[in-house]
């Protein structure tokens, strides 16, 4: 059963003092995000998020940060909402970042994975929460 909290994650790679994260294009909207997706049973946030990478991209990853980036979702969103009861109107969503080795795979969710600076990043996510965790992110990397 979905866990009524969603999680997304910005893994992100150095090369030649160059920062990239990876975000993925939606199958079912065409928008792009970063690794998302929510927790099953008795998951805790982070477990998700590792999860999440690995069932989305094939990656997994070290280093793993819990950013104090975060906002509350309608759980009408949701597949699975109705189990959740009724005194629970939004559900968090925990953001993560992780340094992890380039290479992906394209899971069923994705038309595209990408690798890119965090200003293209930006300048391509759709929702406000995954370029809040990732202005964050970016903070927290020293070059």
Request: aromatic share 12%; charged share 25%.
């Amino acid at each position: 059963m979905r866990a009524p909290f969603q999680v997304i994650v910005l893994p992100y790679y150095v090369t030649d003092g160059e920062l990239k994260f990876l975000i993925g294009k939606r199958s079912d909207g065409g928008y792009w995000q970063a690794i998302s997706g929510g927790g099953e049973d008795k998951e805790e946030p982070l477990e998700a998020a590792k999860r999440e990478l690995y069932e989305e991209a094939s990656l997994e990853g070290d280093h793993w940060i819990q950013l104090q980036s975060m906002c509350m979702l309608p759980k009408i969103y949701y597949i699975g909402h109705e189990n959740w009861g009724n005194g629970t109107f939004v559900i968090p969503e925990y953001s993560f970042m992780v340094k992890a080795q380039p290479g992906e795979a394209v899971s069923a969710e994705h038309t595209e994975l990408k690798w890119c600076s965090a200003i293209e990043a930006e300048s391509l996510l759709a929702y406000d929460s995954n370029k809040i965790a990732l202005w964050e992110a970016t903070q927290r990397i020293h070059l």
